[in-house]
């Protein structure tokens, strides 16, 4: 086969996909977060590895908004999946701690904002907290109840009759769990969050099964811009 050259009289549009996966880019370009090693996963192929930014870098492409990196919370630190049970959240009610069993951020806050903090959090990882009725309102949502099953498989979900049998088997501190639960659910019956100020879905979390969900943060490049020197920014 012959290799056409195109050249453009105008402007181009290079569709070239994103560089998440490839780790060096990423931390290269990285001007938010502390780091974003290979620790941080990602749900994105292998592929997504910045190989057509960098081609069109070598030819005079100039790179902009390369540092604009997002990161995402609620995913599986098992494979840096995005976890569905996510679209149960933020009407369960939810609250996060990290190992220590300490809750560390106001869950109402934007994802950039909450991974950014689970980052920081012993092990990079934290665990959200809710009950069982939570999950039981949403029984006719198969994909839900599926999920929640492979996620006990996995071991990344754990569902015991108390917060400190939760806590153990993920060795969270069970004692300071503990605390943190008797707060929060006397901050609900105050009507006021006093650690975090936490404003939405402020249900008491007491009745049932507990529910505790090991999450991590992933990071996704959805787009990369490039123009050439000539070009006004997109």
């Given amino acids: 086969s ?4 195109i050249f453009a009289r105008k402007k181009t549009i ?3 996909g994103g560089f998440i996966a490839n780790v060096k880019m990423r931390e290269d370009y990285n001007t938010q977060w502390a780091s974003l090693g290979s620790e ?12 057509e930014i960098l081609m069109a870098e070598k030819i005079g492409a100039k790179l902009v908004d390369m540092e604009f990196i997002q990161l995402f919370p ?11 049970l996510d679209n149960i959240r933020p009407s369960a009610g939810a609250f996060f701690v990290n190992q220590e069993g300490k809750r560390f951020v106001n869950e109402d806050e934007v994802r950039d904002v909450v ?6 959090q012993t092990g990079q990882t934290s665990y959200a907290i809710f009950t069982q009725s939570i999950i039981d ?14 996620w006990l498989d996995q071991g990344v979900l754990s569902k015991r009759d108390t917060i400190q049998e939760c806590a153990a088997y993920f060795g969270v501190n069970k004692y300071e769990i503990q605390k943190t639960l008797d707060r929060y659910n006397q901050y609900i019956i105050n009507g006021k969050d006093e650690a975090f100020n936490r404003t939405l879905v402020l249900d008491l979390c007491w009745k049932g099964l507990f529910i505790c969900w090991r999450v991590c943060s992933r990071c996704i490049t959805p787009w990369a811009v490039l123009r050439s020197t000539d070009m006004q920014r997109s």
């Fill in 14 to 16: 290079l569709a070239s």
């Fill in 2 to 5: 012959k290799v056409k050259p």
């Fill in 40 to 51: 941080v996963l990602t749900s994105n192929s292998p592929g997504i590895a910045g190989d």
């Fill in 115 to 120: 991974a950014g903090w689970i980052l920081e």
């Fill in 137 to 150: 309102t949403h029984s006719d949502d198969s994909v839900a109840m599926e999920e929640v099953d492979w």
């Fill in 74 to 84: 609620y995913n599986n630190p098992a494979s840096g999946k995005h976890y569905y």
